[in-house]
């Protein structure tokens, strides 16, 4: 038998309509996926009955941010998307569904307000979730969109409000009748410049600050990894939770919540992010000490943790995709699908974990993380990403759209190794090529 002399080439048509088939079958379950995707902003989505609204806000890249309220029947009470991304969430005392929230739009054109785009504008507002009537409270515009949100804003008075400034590296007082900033204190005055995340750029990523009973402030730069107290004078430095670059304690956290005395503490509730898990510490002899840590299979970047009055936790699952509640013997007793929410508040508990008693004060039990109750795990992807370090894991997750699983993996593959082998081909057929720009001579 004789061979032939070359194996013959499939001509350059068929091959390339091959490429294209092969393309177009890898792109289909994408496709199919994008379009068929619950946004979250606009689903009718029920939640489980409960005893409140419950009140949720979303920043994300995908979905698009919005703020969304839950009837106590589980009936979808109240949305808005207005803006590009929803931060703290406040109930307004004194009214049954008031809430004061704050959010952030991107101005990408050049205007009076902002010379070089893009700017970002903040606003605080509130609305009444039974009539959707909406007032604005306060806007402010601030140059270099990115890293200059504010994400949380606290009521002191009836004209003055707390907040924690991103961008400007520190917290002020607010006042809403005359726009004038009363009061500020400044991170450059406690921190060295190489500290944190690099200065200038979101160098202390101050997302959270609260006014104590005392009158002092608790703040919490997530980037210095911990939580500070500050009176007239500065920084109380035996009072600090946290150091910088020691993760065991915290791993850039978000909106830790103080717990007085009165209900057990001092103490402080913590949603310890990059770590996967809910803390809390209890002040005991000058010292901070961890009284209480929670996290099951599902649990990925929590971004907020309220202590309920019945020692129930109201926890915000950012990469989770849920709220829920965890009761004080650890397990889950209440839930909702939301995708990437920043924050949530039960409206028939006061304001964030006021009035919540401490972890040793209601002997809730912990649950360490790893050690899942059944709830459910995390989804396929985020599962394949456990592999990677935190924080490059929950940055991908934070980008990665919402409807892109596991399945979707090995068509994307095949798709962009087809489109790789195709270009590389024309670029052959047309005698053209790519040189690698360092050389031996």
């Known amino acids: 038998m004789e061979l032939p002399d070359r194996v013959p080439v499939p001509d350059r048509r068929v091959l390339r309509a091959a490429f294209a088939l092969l393309v177009v079958l890898s792109a289909l379950p994408l496709g199919f996926a994008y379009a068929t995707a619950d946004s979250?902003?606009?689903?009718?989505?029920?939640?489980?009955?409960?005893?409140?609204?419950?009140?949720v806000t979303v920043h994300a890249f995908d979905p698009i941010g919005h703020i969304v309220a839950y009837a106590p029947d589980g009936s979808r009470l109240y949305t808005n998307d207005t803006y590009d991304a929803y931060f703290d969430v406040d109930p307004v005392s004194g009214t049954a569904a008031t809430v004061e929230y704050v959010a952030v739009s991107?101005?990408?054109?050049?205007?009076?307000?902002?010379?070089?785009?893009?700017?970002?504008?903040?606003?605080?507002?509130?609305?009444?979730?039974?009539?959707?009537?909406?007032?604005?409270?306060?806007?402010?515009?601030?140059?270099?969109?990115?890293?200059?949100?504010?994400?949380?804003?606290?009521?002191?008075?009836?004209?003055?409000?707390?907040?924690?400034?991103?961008?400007?590296?520190?917290v002020f007082v607010l006042n809403t009748t005359t726009d004038v900033v009363e009061w500020r204190w400044n991170a450059q005055s406690h921190y060295p410049l190489e500290a944190g995340g690099g200065y200038p750029s979101d160098w202390t990523h101050l997302n959270d600050v609260e006014r104590l009973p005392d009158g002092r402030y608790m703040a919490s730069p997530r980037n210095m990894d911990e939580v500070i107290f500050i009176n007239e004078s500065g920084v109380q430095e035996a009072w600090t939770l946290g150091e910088d670059g020691d993760h065991s304690v915290l791993y850039e956290q978000h909106n830790p919540d103080y717990i007085p005395a009165g209900e057990g503490g001092p103490a402080v509730v913590v949603a310890d992010s990059e770590?996967?898990?809910?803390?809390e510490f209890q002040r005991v002899d000058g010292r901070w000490e961890q009284s209480w840590v929670w996290a099951d299979a599902r649990l990925s970047w929590p971004r907020d943790a309220d202590r309920l009055p019945d020692g129930d936790t109201l926890v915000t699952d950012t990469h989770g995709d849920r709220i829920a509640v965890v009761a004080p013997n650890g397990s889950v007793t209440w839930s909702v699908d939301v995708t990437n929410p920043y924050e949530a508040e039960r409206l028939s508990s006061p304001d964030e974990s006021e009035d919540g008693p401490a972890a040793t004060a209601a002997n809730l039990q912990s649950r360490e993380p790893g050690g899942g109750d059944g709830?459910?795990?995390?989804?396929?992807?985020?599962?394949?990403?456990?592999?990677?370090?935190?924080?490059?894991?929950?940055?991908?997750?934070?980008?990665?759209?919402?409807?892109?699983?596991?399945?979707h993996v090995l068509p994307l593959g095949v798709g962009l190794a087809?489109?790789?082998?195709?270009?590389?081909?024309?670029?052959?057929?047309?005698?053209?090529?790519?040189?690698?720009?360092?050389y031996r001579r």
């Open 275 to 279: 770590n996967d898990r809910l803390v």
């Open 106 to 170: 991107e101005i990408t054109e050049r205007s009076g307000v902002c010379d070089q785009p893009p700017c970002a504008r903040n606003v605080i507002e509130r609305v009444n979730l039974t009539t959707g009537d909406v007032e604005r409270l306060h806007a402010t515009v601030v140059e270099d969109y990115h890293g200059h949100e504010w994400h949380d804003v606290d009521r002191i008075d009836d004209q003055r409000l707390l907040v924690a400034d991103i961008g400007g590296n520190g």
């Open 40 to 55: 979250g902003a606009v689903a009718d989505r029920q939640a489980p009955p409960t005893d409140g609204i419950t009140v």
């Open 375 to 407: 709830s459910g795990g995390g989804s396929p992807v985020g599962v394949l990403l456990s592999l990677i370090p935190a924080k490059l894991r929950h940055g991908l997750l934070f980008v990665i759209p919402s409807w892109f699983d596991a399945v």
């Open 418 to 438: 087809t489109a790789a082998t195709w270009v590389a081909l024309e670029l052959r057929w047309a005698n053209l090529g790519v040189q690698w720009p360092l």
